[in-house]
């Protein structure tokens, strides 16, 4: 099916650990997003990449780093996991002017 | 930074019952988009507005952006226990960057 997937959809990370959250998206947008939903909250930015080979930071970009593997695959990566990081993480993408479509998300607990 | 409110936080109507959420700005929004998210799932788009005074309809959801596109609502007529969710509004900034407003949770009771 069409759309965004990401990999894996639940975690627990250890203090001090790192982690790749994965996404890919299969229909030809140029545009992809990393955001992060605490309860009760909305979803803030965390990284966007505009086109494939750009990246750059988001509302809350401390503590993650990111790469455009390509024009499908976008990845969050958490170099040392904190409890301030325990969030649900949500890539998303467009073709621009329209609809976010986005990953069903990841479930992410640091202890 | 931009902020986009919304309001009510939370609202529990019995099916059948109309609703809305409103989401407004201090600033001219350029256009705004809404969002459903169901319990435990991800973000689906619903709408995108653009013009002043925009009205939009989609079945029981009627979406509109104010004249002075500084505020948007989003209306439910006769809900029904699938529009269960939180609807968020979100203004498109540079980069096709979207900023979320803070979302509206909506519990129907049966």
């Known amino acids: 099916n069409a759309g965004v997937t990401q990999t894996p959809k639940f975690q627990v990370l250890k203090t001090g650990q790192s982690m790749t959250l994965q996404c890919a998206q299969d229909?030809?947008?140029?545009?992809m997003y990393w955001y992060r939903q605490d309860p009760g909250m909305g979803l803030r930015l965390i990284y966007y990449s505009a086109s494939e080979g750009t990246t750059d930071k988001g509302e809350v970009p401390n503590g993650y780093n990111v790469s455009r593997l390509n024009k499908r695959e976008f990845s969050l990566r958490l170099e040392s996991a904190a409890p301030s990081q325990t969030s649900v993480y949500f890539c998303?993408?467009?073709?621009?002017?329209?609809?976010?479509?986005f990953g069903s998300g990841t479930r992410l607990t640091v202890v | 930074g931009q902020q986009v409110m919304q309001i009510p936080q939370y609202q529990h109507v019995q099916e059948g019952e109309d609703f809305t959420t409103y989401c407004n700005s201090s600033t001219t929004l350029s256009n705004i988009q809404w969002y459903k998210q169901r319990p435990g799932g991800h973000p689906v788009f619903l709408i995108q507005?653009?013009?002043?005074?925009e009205v939009k309809k989609q079945k029981r959801l009627t979406f509109q952006f104010g004249e002075a596109k500084k505020n948007s609502s989003l209306h439910i007529t006769a809900t029904q226990t699938t529009d269960v969710g939180t609807y968020f509004c979100?203004?498109?900034?540079?980069?096709?960057?979207?900023?979320f407003g803070t979302g509206t949770r909506l519990l129907v009771s049966p």
């Open positions: 229909m030809n947008h140029n545009s």
């Open positions: 507005l653009v013009k002043s005074g």
């Open positions: 998303a993408s467009t073709a621009g002017n329209y609809g976010y479509t």
């Open positions: 979100a203004e498109i900034t540079g980069f096709q960057k979207l900023v």
